[in-house]
């Protein structure tokens, strides 16, 4: 078995955009380093020659035909928007 | 059974709806004067619409005048847990990050149980996002188990359940993607079917893992759930993990479906950490088929202490990416300190989630993450497929596995503090969800304390129909489900 | 920070270039959105111009809950993208989710393909400029890495203090087409895109039109000394929006590249942003920031299986295409290069003049090609209409081709007619009848014109007996007048001549 994996929990946290405070970084490593622990019993598994599974029963070719309906109106759409101007999501401005 | 209104089955309840003994509207005031009488201390609900419900009832009652009665569930209050959509009524998922979202849209089981006249009635309290066994996770509330107030429900559909033995509704619906209906029923005393993936559309379900979640019913009786099943069975093409499949009349095929049947034991699911009461009562329930003349095979899952990690790791990693779009951006909870857009993101979601749900997205992110993905992730996936050879292995030999539902009754609220103790809940359910097969959660006694003890049975896949009429076979015959709870 | 003067720069930097021994390498990743009725995923309604927030739905928006669905026109357009390109169809693909943050993505990732693109290897055909407008320059290959189909997202509008997000955009079926890094000049990007355009609108796929976002180009851009096999560090350069800005900003990114060396810096593998107004670039992020996309299959959606039976009926619908049209109108027609250059980009134009060359047979087609490249194009530019709409039916052209050929009419007075039948839609040999078109002169009369015309310009005639054969067309103005155009030019000029010598 290979050593206890180690979680960048500031990393981490950075990719799923929470902030966290530093108690609960300290928390969180811990409790997920003992799940971690638990999860690397899967090394033992010979999984050789065994094709992964993304769905529970794959079917291929699902789809729709291309015609279109009605959707939300915009009020609908913005029902909930935190903020909104001109019949659009207002967010504080965006600088790339 | 002469139980009053609000505990009598969906089977009763229609009966004497569609005999104009009652009507909807007495039914679903009785419900919820039940409701008032008991929900301070049960506390199963984050919504409700008296005003709403009484109004739907009223409709079906009319409709029932001139002669148009929908089917069985038409003018039957039922409760939804509240992470499935209703058009113009609030969505939680038991998040601070939707305390006030209003729906758009109806979920497509909102649309068939609406079609089929049902009187929805109540949201039902759930663990956040449905990430949890015990419903302490909510935003909002923690459901007691009405067996022992001083316990959980289970969960993530602790809510549901929890209704359901209350008699704060006739059926409720919930959802199960690693054990969410059924630990929870086993905790309350009620059944809860988790079909086959893809039985069920998930559209207007607020996903937690995508390739696991599964809407499935709580009732009283397995008939009931045959009721339910068909009502909200079926292909959706707004789904597209919904699967082609006839849909058959699960309530008639118990009548015909007689077995013998072929049930398999999986020595796995016997071991260490199974409560010697919990172990005593399926070991009965495993008797009683014995006499009926089923067949009692030993069978082995040989994957199964892998199980749990490998839905932990699939779970999470789909969680992670399904929980993004909840970012304070478009209809979220937004933070009021958000001064940039990394704010909105940074600071809402830290608000707006709680600490299990933070813990899972960290998971998932972690697993998913650039070199990492292979281990964790692919593998997961890889062990997932052993994992459904070996119940399709084991179906070449038994119609049907038998096991507890759950290792132990339910817990103390506040016990279980521990993240992975808290997993460990999961250990005989998981499997199922990995493997995308039905399976059900009957009432099969109690324990000495009073608290209900639950069997599962899992089938193979789109079988329902035996599956449920393997679990009729012993429901039908035992009348656990007439304790009612003392409240 | 370098800016570019006017376009004296290619030659600059290419002088540049050999001078210090170097060479670019340009890989291009172009988005194309595929023109379908609905969205990719969901069947809300897609299009541009839209008021803001008015194409969306539960999917769009991402809300609880909601689930994709593929839309099967995508997939059949990017088959055919595919196809026309000469690409390997994969029989299996899936679908992937990219993961990130950003304000015009709903749920922060986007349905992508990672590992399985629906479409690997094949080639784009460029022509880069000749040697003259008359002259076809030098034709070559560029290889395809892979296309693959992907959902756009929504778009930002910037204001002072915020950002104000409209959705319409969010689900749009786009194709990502990514080349090899095998492209040597901005003329060749250049030229690449200007394929790739004619190729997707031709077989119905996009439109293209870069002003509306329908194609977009991100280059990756390195320098390397000639002979090394390595590629240098190599440079994206994004929001080049017209595909002019592609070639101006590929050119500003390889003189600053060279600057950069020449003065012993080095290369920094970075992501910039081209300003096509000001010509400038500057830096949006460098490599350390780089994002951690966590791709992994979208549990939400299917795979997609290929079949021969598929191919084969996108394949039948696919069209010829560009250039293997404009090898063939050459070769079959005879037309000179010039004319296809005109004819062959538009799918339309093409079309019709095969149709009308259909009717008046293939040894018209020189004159059908001329007709339309010249008169045809002007007048539908002066009515300001598509051809589309035009009342000039290819029988018409036909027909008026051939009534020139068989001396009925003159060239002039045909012009005369096309401009009738263009405007009315009436026959040309109605238009001839009903205004008394036809050269029905007789040699009596033309004599009579000509020797009129010969009298009347005695400076004329002089100078044409004292041999200044051009004196002759000064005379011929006169005749034609006369015969109210009617005339036929050569016998006029065969006449004029007779009695001059007499």
Not at chain 3, 394 to 420: C, S
Request: net charge negative; glycine share 8%; hydrophobic share 40%.
């Amino acid at each position: 078995m290979s050593e206890t994996p180690e979680l960048n929990i500031d990393r981490v946290a950075e990719l799923a955009r929470i902030a966290l405070t530093p108690a609960e970084k300290a928390e969180y490593s811990a409790q997920l380093g003992e799940v971690l622990k638990h999860i690397e019993q899967l090394k033992q598994v010979d999984v050789s020659g065994v094709e992964p599974s993304a769905h529970a029963f794959a079917v291929e070719n699902v789809w729709a035909d291309d015609v279109a309906q009605a959707g939300l109106t915009a009020e609908a759409a913005l029902q909930n928007a935190p903020a909104q101007r001109d019949n659009m999501i207002a967010v504080p401005k965006v600088v790339e | 059974m002469a139980h009053s209104l609000p505990f009598q089955s969906l089977t009763q309840v229609a009966d004497q709806l569609a005999a104009g003994q009652v009507s909807s509207v007495e039914l679903t005031q009785a419900v919820i004067d039940q409701t008032q009488a008991v929900e301070d201390r049960v506390n199963a609900f984050i919504s409700t619409d008296s005003v709403d419900a009484l109004a739907q009832a009223a409709a079906a009652d009319q409709r029932r005048a001139v002669g148009e009665l929908l089917g069985p569930l038409d003018g039957v209050p039922i409760a939804l847990k509240d992470v499935i959509a209703v058009r113009d009524q609030p969505l939680t998922a038991g998040s601070k990050m939707l305390e006030k979202f209003v729906s758009p849209y109806d979920a497509t089981v909102t649309t068939k149980l609406k079609d089929a006249g049902a009187v929805l009635w109540g949201r039902a309290n759930c663990d956040e996002f449905a990430m949890g066994s015990s419903t302490e996770n909510s935003a909002f509330k923690t459901t007691a188990n009405p067996y022992d107030l001083s316990r959980v429900p289970g969960g993530s559909s602790g809510g549901s359940a929890a209704a359901l033995a209350a008699g704060e509704a006739i059926a409720t619906l919930g959802s199960d993607t690693g054990g969410s209906i059924r630990q929870p029923a086993a905790f309350c005393n009620v059944v809860g079917l988790k079909p086959t993936y893809g039985l069920i559309s998930r559209y207007g379900l607020a996903a937690y893992a995508s390739s696991l979640d599964q809407i499935g019913s709580f009732t009283r009786t397995v008939e009931d759930a045959a009721i339910m099943l068909g009502a909200i069975a079926g292909h959706d093409d707004r789904d597209s993990t919904s699967f082609k499949t006839p849909i058959p009349d699960y309530r008639a095929a118990l009548a015909e479906k007689k077995g013998p049947w072929k049930l398999g034991i999986p020595k796995e699911y016997f071991g260490e950490g199974l409560d010697p009461e919990v172990g005593a009562a399926v070991e009965k329930a495993i008797a009683f088929y014995r006499e009926q003349g089923c067949e009692i095979k030993e069978v082995s899952l040989p994957h199964t202490e892998y199980c749990l990690s490998t839905y932990y790791i699939i779970a999470t990693a789909e969680a992670s990416s399904n929980l993004a779009r909840y970012d304070g951006v478009r209809y979220t909870h937004r933070s009021a300190d958000a001064k940039t857009v990394e704010d909105v993101y940074f600071k809402s979601r830290a608000e707006g989630f709680g600490a299990e749900v933070k813990r899972r997205i960290i998971l998932g992110t972690y697993v998913l993450s650039s070199g990492y993905y292979d281990a964790y992730y692919l593998r997961a996936q890889k062990v997932r497929t052993l994992i459904r050879q070996d119940f399709l292995n084991a179906y070449q030999k038994v119609d049907a596995v038998l096991t507890p539902t759950t290792p132990t009754p339910a817990f103390k609220i506040g016990e279980t503090a521990d993240p992975l103790a808290m997993y460990l809940q999961d250990i005989y359910t998981v499997s199922v969800n990995l493997a995308g097969l039905p399976g059900i959660s009957i009432p099969a006694g109690f324990s000495e304390a009073g608290l209900p003890i639950g069997l599962q049975l899992i089938g193979q896949p789109y079988q329902e129909a035996d599956l449920l009429a393997i679990a009729n076979t012993y429901d039908s015959t035992h009348d656990w489900n007439s304790r009612l709870p003392e409240l | 920070m370098f800016h570019i003067m006017g376009y004296s720069l290619p030659a600059t930097h290419y002088s540049l270039l050999q001078k210090m021994n170097y060479e670019a390498v340009i890989g291009l990743e172009v988005h194309v959105q595929v023109k379908t009725a609905s969205k990719i995923f969901t069947r809300v309604g897609q299009g541009y111009g839209f008021d803001e927030n008015t194409l969306t739905d539960p999917v769009v928006l991402a809300l609880p809950g909601a689930l994709p669905v593929m839309n099967k026109a995508a997939l059949d357009a990017i088959i055919k993208a595919g196809l026309m390109l000469d690409c390997e169809i994969a029989e299996v693909c899936k679908w992937d989710r990219k993961n990130y943050f950003y304000p015009d993505s709903t749920k922060n990732y986007q349905i992508s393909q990672f590992d399985q693109p629906i479409c690997n290897g094949g080639y784009v055909e460029i022509e880069l400029p000749g040697e003259a407008r008359n002259i076809m320059g030098e034709h070559k290959k560029i290889p395809l890495t892979r296309i693959h189909l992907e959902e756009d997202v929504g778009k930002l509008n910037h204001g002072t203090n915020e950002s104000l997000v409209d959705y319409n955009r969010a689900g749009t079926p786009l194709m990502e087409i990514v080349s090899d890094p095998a492209l040597q000049s901005a003329e060749e990007a250049y030229a690449y895109l200007t394929t790739l355009r004619t190729t997707m609108v031709y077989a119905g796929i996009s439109d293209c039109d870069m002003e509306k976002g329908q194609m977009r180009c991100d280059a990756n851009i390195s320098i390397r000394p000639v002979g090394q096999e390595e590629l240098g560090v190599k440079v994206e350069l994004k929001n080049l929006n017209s595909i002019s800005y592609v070639r101006d900003g590929i050119n500003h990114e390889i003189k600053r590249q060279m600057s950069v060396l020449k003065k012993g810096g080095i290369i920094v593998q970075e992501t910039r942003d081209f300003d096509g107004i000001t010509g400038t670039s500057q830096s949006l992020r460098t490599k350390e920031d780089a994002h951690d996309y966590r791709y992994f299959p979208d549990p939400d959606l299917m795979p997609v299986r290929v079949d021969r039976e598929w191919k084969e009926r996108i394949a039948a619908e696919c069209p010829e295409r560009p250039f293997d049209k404009q090898r063939r109108f050459m070769e079959e027609y005879d037309l000179p290069y010039t004319i296809t250059s005109v004819l062959v980009p538009d799918r339309d134009l093409s079309d019709w003049f095969e149709a009308v060359v259909a009717i008046a047979g293939k040894a018209q087609a020189q004159a059908v090609g001329n007709w339309i490249a010249n008169d045809l194009l002007r007048e539908l530019s002066a009515a300001q209409i598509e051809l589309a709409d035009s009342k000039l039916m290819p029988a018409h052209l036909a027909e008026l081709v051939g009534l020139i050929k068989a001396g009925t009419i003159t060239k002039q007075i045909a012009r005369e007619v096309f401009a009738e039948t263009f405007g009315s839609g009436e026959t040309p040999t109605a238009v001839v009848e009903r205004k008394g078109l036809k050269d029905d002169t007789n040699s009596y009369e033309l004599e009579q014109w000509c020797r009129d015309a010969i009298a009347g310009n005695e400076k004329a005639r002089e100078q044409f007996l004292a041999g200044k054969d051009g004196a002759i067309n000064a005379l011929k103005g006169p005749v034609m007048k006369a015969s109210r155009g009617k005339a036929n030019p050569k016998l006029v000029d065969e006449t004029l001549r007779r009695l001059l010598a007499e």
